[in-house]
């Protein structure tokens, strides 16, 4: 087989990624004596994939970015929590292989409390909307974090596009509701289609992203393709994935999480170090590739874009 | 000869999810998360052995093989084995050896007390495991202080899906096991005693 050197490492945006660096990612875990002993120990056989081509070249960088290490492409795309495809994290790389079909258009609506609702392909959608890179920090209620390199475009700047009223208080995402499609909806673990919320000036924030990529591939359907939210401020499921439709509505939605569990999963559900979860301490998180676990951040470390967006509320009581 | 074959196969085969799981630690096999599937895998396996260490009665009075009972004390010392390599995972990896962490999280999350409860339990069955403490303390006493096996499994069970997010399918499978292990010593408990009480009120008609 011949090996091709990477293209991507000559993109300007990826001077974050030192693929020696990401190949060879077990052995920067080094924080103490312990992990070294670990990590020194022979590695009998090294499978790490190559960074795949870019689909998206000549991404600008956001100001948004962070510059840690990024998690491996292999590691983003093989440890997936994503119910539509089944409660392990394997499963969803496992079933959702042939995720979205592209034989088919994917629909978006938009509708609800604005001026312009319109019913969309994926691709008309996103046309008139310059794509770029956002490196986020992504934080699991479940006490794991990765740093992933999305593409994407400004939440804000769809939204806008429709026009919405002074009723549009909140915004409601959907995701495929598809059994078929996706295996996982075939059993009530959660109330089917998923469904997040946000407040209308959380979506607004330019924070909010809606992804259509990773490391300058296009969305594999473990991640959520063609189209997915990121609020890297808030728990990973916020995040919603395989959008079809955004709603503008009057009231709080309820999200499928708030639903199974109203006592463990709150609307606002940002990333807060003193607010535990009843199962998990939420202080501090496992980064994927580390041995030992770090401090969480309040916001996801993201509180000089958002903290504003919730001063005078108990985080405590609106989890 | 049948008895020693049995027990090193018992002992080999027991040791072989400890030696993949090492095998797959050091081959980068386990996943993204390799920790929280060294975890999981550890507590699961504890449980596991637990269960089949509580199936060995049933089974011997099924099949009348009374050589099982020779390797009853390896499977639950292997349920131990299993449990403590889950344990020092979580206070070593997760909380770092930090025991203000521990206790809250001990204080705060009930699946981790149950858990923990249930690992304590586990510690003086293992060290009065051999044969020289059953000696020591009389048979009585030595039954008695392992029953609470019984107790440890069901800790176990409910640990597990306490801890389960949503999908709690996994550990159902583990409660209905446990529900007919228990229901066949309640049902074999029943059965003598109402025996025994048969036989003597017959005995004492018999005498009158």
């Known amino acids: 087989m011949l090996i091709k050197k990477n293209k991507y490492s000559e993109l300007p945006e990826n001077q974050v990624t030192d693929e020696s660096l990401y190949l060879n990612r077990r052995q920067f875990i080094n924080k103490s004596a312990m992990i070294a002993a670990v990590t020194a120990l022979p590695k009998l ?20 970015s962070t510059d840690e290490e990024l998690t491996p492409f292999d590691d983003i795309t093989s440890y997936n929590n994503f119910y539509e495809f089944g409660t392990d994290k394997s499963d969803p790389a496992k079933y959702a292989t042939n995720f979205p079909d592209k034989s088919e258009s994917w629909p978006i609506i938009i509708d609800g409390e604005c001026d312009k609702p319109g019913e969309y392909t994926y691709d008309d959608l996103i046309k008139p909307f310059t794509l770029e890179e ?13 740093v992933i390199p999305w593409v994407g475009f400004s939440l804000a700047d769809l939204l806008k596009q429709a026009q919405p009223s002074s009723k549009a208080k909140f915004v409601e995402f959907t995701t ?4 078929q499609q996706m295996p996982g909806q075939q059993r009530q673990v959660l109330q089917w289609p998923y469904v997040e919320g946000l407040r209308i000036d959380e979506a607004m924030n330019p924070l909010s992203l809606l992804a259509v990529g990773l490391y300058g591939k ?58 535990s979860h009843p199962r998990w301490s939420q202080t501090r998180e496992r980064r994927i590739g580390d041995l030992l676990k770090r401090e969480t951040h309040m916001f996801n470390g993201y509180q000089e874009q958002v903290a504003h967006l919730y001063t005078g509320m108990d985080l405590k009581r609106n989890f | 000869m049948l008895v020693s074959i049995l027990k090193v196969s018992t002992f080999v085969l027991s040791l072989l999810p400890a030696v993949l799981l090492f095998y797959g630690l050091l081959t980068d096999q386990l996943g993204a998360n390799p920790i929280e599937t060294l975890t999981r895998d550890t507590g699961e396996w504890g ?15 099924l099949t009348s093989w009374h050589a099982l009972a020779t390797i009853r004390r390896m499977l639950g010392l292997y349920a131990f084995f299993y449990a403590c390599i889950h344990m020092l995972l979580y206070i070593g990896l997760d909380q770092f050896f930090n025991l203000s962490d521990i206790i809250s999280d001990i204080v705060d999350r009930p699946f981790i007390l149950v858990g923990f409860v249930s690992f304590i339990a586990l510690i003086p069955l293992a060290v009065t495991s051999n044969k020289a403490m059953i000696d020591r303390m009389g048979s009585v006493l030595w039954n008695r202080l392992h029953s609470l096996i019984y107790y440890i499994a069901i800790g176990g069970v409910v640990h ?39 036989n003597t009120s017959l005995h004492h008609s018999e005498n009158k």
């Open chain 1, 218 to 275: 296009e969305l594999l359907g473990q991640n959520g393709a063609p189209i997915r939210l990121v609020t890297p401020w808030k728990y990973g499921f916020k995040s919603i994935k395989s959008i079809v439709q955004i709603r503008f509505v009057e009231k709080m939605p309820v999200s499928s999480w708030m639903r199974a569990g109203p006592s463990e999963y709150g609307f606002y559900s940002n990333v807060n170090p003193n607010v």
């Open chain 1, 134 to 146: 956002r490196i986020y920090r992504l934080r699991c209620v479940e006490g794991w974090s990765m």
């Open chain 2, 160 to 198: 597990f899906y306490m801890l389960v997010k949503k999908d709690v399918t996994d550990p159902v499978y583990y409660i209905i096991i446990l529900i007919l292990l228990l229901g066949f010593r309640l049902y074999s408990y029943i059965r003598r005693t109402l025996f025994t009480a048969k």
């Open chain 1, 45 to 64: 056989a090294f499978a790490n994939n190559p960074i795949p081509e870019p689909d998206y070249k000549e991404l600008s960088q956001s100001p948004f």
């Open chain 2, 47 to 61: 449980l596991r052995f637990l269960l089949i260490t509580l199936a060995i009665s049933p089974l011997r009075l």
């Open chain 1, 176 to 179: 495929l509701y598809n059994p």
